[in-house]
T-cell receptor, first 121, second 114 residues
Framework: DGGITQSPKYLFRKEGQNVTLSCEQN?????MYWYRQDPGQGLRLIYY???????QKGDIAEGYSVSREKKESFPLTVTSAQKNPTAFYLC????????????????????FGPGTRLLVL | GENVEQHPSTLSVQEGDSAVIKCTYS??????FPWYKQELGKRPQLIID?????GEKKDQRIAVTLNKTAKHFSLHITETQPEDSAVYFC?????????????FGAGTILRVKS
């Protein structure tokens, strides 16, 4: 999991501001994921992407947006519509994914980045 | 959709004793069950996983068992040490044409007292 980086480590957001969290991997993984972690609630899936230029909403996508223009990168934007953004954000990647006609692929382990802690000013 | 329940939420054991954490899942199609360990302020790290064609897997002091009929799986840590203190998460897979994803349990805080 050393091949996944997230930046910044800490991020401060002012009310009404959009902020973008970076996630980069050099593991040649097809799939990438964004999770939000709040105390006592485990990891909740925000968005995930199996291939470039395609992504799917997770369980708590409202107030967030993503893009997947490159295989290595999956940035997450926390928009002003997200009213309670304070949390620890974790990015993950795995080699599972789809190719060509989006056939189902075998499952692979998810590896996590070091996380970004977002705080509201 | 898939729901994963994890128990207990906190577990305190004496050094050298065993610790057991249990998870149940709802989707019978789930076929991959990883366990992650997360130390304070750090990223989750995979410690062991099991696939649905196996009933038990062991790696040194750590073992995982899976009962597909009952839809539950458990993490067993033997001869616990203070460095085992952390939060442990179980997860179950969901595979579909839209992609693969994991659903996580809420976590168990394990404290090993020396």
């Amino acid at each position: 999991d050393g091949g996944i980086t997230q930046s910044p480590k800490y991020l401060f957001r002012k009310e009404g501001q959009n902020v973008t969290l970076s996630c980069e991997q050099n593991l040649n993984h097809d799939a990438m994921y964004w999770y939000r972690q709040d105390p006592g609630q485990g990891l909740r899936l925000i968005y995930y992407s199996q291939i470039v230029n395609d992504f799917q909403k997770g369980d708590i996508a409202e107030g967030y947006s993503v893009s997947r223009e490159k295989k290595e990168s999956f940035p997450l934007t926390v928009t002003s519509a997200q009213k309670n953004p304070t949390a620890f954000y974790l990015c993950a990647s795995s080699s599972s994914g789809t190719s060509g006609a989006r056939r189902r692929s075998s499952w692979e382990t998810q590896y996590f980045g070091p996380g970004t802690r977002l705080l509201v000013l | 959709g898939e729901n994963v329940e994890q128990h207990p939420s906190t577990l305190s054991v004496q050094e050298g004793d065993s610790a057991v954490i249990k998870c149940t899942y709802s989707d019978s199609a789930s076929n991959y069950f990883p366990w992650y360990k997360q130390e304070l302020g750090k990223r989750p790290q995979l410690i062991i996983d099991i696939r649905s064609n196996v009933g038990e897997k062991k790696d040194q002091r750590i073992a995982v068992t899976l009962n597909k009929t009952a839809k539950h799986f458990s993490l067993h840590i033997t001869e616990t040490q203070p460095e085992d203190s952390a939060v442990y998460f179980c997860a179950a897979s969901i595979n579909s044409h839209r992609g693969n994803k994991l659903v996580f349990g809420a976590g168990t805080i394990l404290r090993v007292k020396s």
